[in-house]
């Protein structure tokens, strides 16, 4: 690597997917719309991530270096390797840690200022997404966390993910909350406009997103919207099962599940449902329910971290207890419903999606990498 100007500011970045893996999701998404645009502000960024079939060992995405380093048993021990011995080489001005999956604790090791960027924890969650012993390793390596980043600085990219951290024993004082941006949608939105009743789950088909609720919540309203459309667009291991229920609802002739769809393709399908449902037990934010926002989509979400954030109650959708099938029912209902309603909600979803930019979210990213690296 070529000597840095005097300004220019190199950053390691720690994250074990990229954009092109099969299982990235919104932590990716925020990652690189931040980054990306620091890459063209002219900092110098190399993303150290995890390899999957049929991948370059190197390339550029957005302007960013990407060095991928193998499928994850080795991923992570040369992650430590390599941050360790290029830190200490003097190639880099600081370390960006996203704490998002198992920790790097790269304050250990690294000899350069290390800046941790929190999405979400998974704590007791992990349990209902991956199979015991590795939802125990999750846990356990979380409760390290305190210990390891106590001097570091935070970026939070909700005032959840901050109590969160802060419950956790980590200093208040060194956590900012810098939400995520939104992209421009590809349609044009008409909040005045009447929309046919029905509904759409968009991002990764996990267990722990809950799914299943939105479908058995539809269900119970089989005989009032018998012909309502239920749309869910995303992939991942939760599928077969979400097919299978579907059927076994007598759903399955209505609701279609369109895998993963380009930017375009999601905006048109939001721009179409009268609402979207976020039934997942924890977000970091809840990136999607401003991306429907945006489209002018109510959300009827989980009164759950992050989407408590990002959904604002009785405005621009609901929120509804964990799990609560009825109550999800009855909110989904009430907007299939109302027209009215619909209307009012989608025009205040839009004023708020307004509100929430990217270019600010990398300022905030580029101030507090500054302050990390001892420059203001």
């Not at 200022?113 to 390596?141: I, K, M, N, Y």
């Not at 935070?154 to 956590?175: H, K, M, Q, W, Y």
Request: proline content about 6%.
């Amino acid at each position: 690597m070529s000597s840095a100007s005097e300004n220019e500011c190199r950053v390691l970045l720690l994250n074990e997917r990229d954009p092109r893996h099969p299982r990235t999701g919104g932590a990716e998404t925020h990652v690189y719309e931040i980054f990306g645009r620091l890459a063209r502000r002219g900092y110098a960024i190399t993303h150290l991530t995890s390899s999957f079939p049929g991948c370059a060992q190197e390339e550029e995405i957005a302007g960013i270096r990407v060095r991928r380093l193998g499928r994850i048993p080795i991923y992570y021990p040369r992650v430590l390797w390599e941050t360790a011995r290029q830190t200490r080489a003097g190639r880099f001005d600081v370390v960006v840690e996203c704490l998002n999956k198992v920790p790097f604790y790269s304050p250990a090791y690294s000899a350069t200022p290390v800046l941790a960027l929190c999405h979400h924890l998974f704590g007791e969650v992990a349990f209902q997404q991956v199979p015991w012993p590795v939802a125990a390793t999750v846990w356990a390596s979380e409760r390290l966390i305190p210990p390891f980043y106590r001097a570091c600085p935070f970026v939070a990219i909700s005032e959840s993910t901050r109590r969160d951290l802060v419950a956790r024993g980590l200093p208040a004082e060194r956590i900012v909350v810098s939400h995520p941006g939104i992209a421009k949608p590809a349609h044009q939105a008409d909040s005045g406009a009447r929309r046919e009743p029905g509904v759409i789950y968009v991002g990764r088909l996990e267990v722990y997103k809950k799914i299943d609720v939105m479908l058995r919540a539809m269900a119970k309203l089989s005989e009032e919207f018998p012909n309502a459309p239920i749309v869910i667009a995303g992939r991942g291991p939760a599928r077969p099962a979400l097919e299978k229920l579907a059927q076994e609802l007598g759903l399955e002739e209505r609701t279609r599940f369109v895998g993963f769809v380009t930017d375009a393709e999601r905006d048109a399908l939001l721009a179409e449902a009268r609402v979207c449902v976020c039934p997942s037990e924890k977000e970091g934010w809840g990136l999607t329910v401003m991306e429907s926002n945006a489209l002018g989509t109510p959300v009827v979400a989980t009164d759950a971290d992050g989407l408590r954030d990002s959904v604002r109650h009785g405005e621009t959708g609901f929120l509804v207890p964990d799990e609560d099938i009825d109550g999800f029912a009855e909110r989904i209902g009430d907007l299939l419903q109302d027209d009215r309603l619909s209307q009012t909600m989608s025009a205040a979803a839009l004023a708020w999606a307004k509100r929430f930019d990217w270019d600010r979210a990398a300022d905030d990213m580029a101030r507090s990498i500054e302050m990390t690296r001892g420059r203001v």
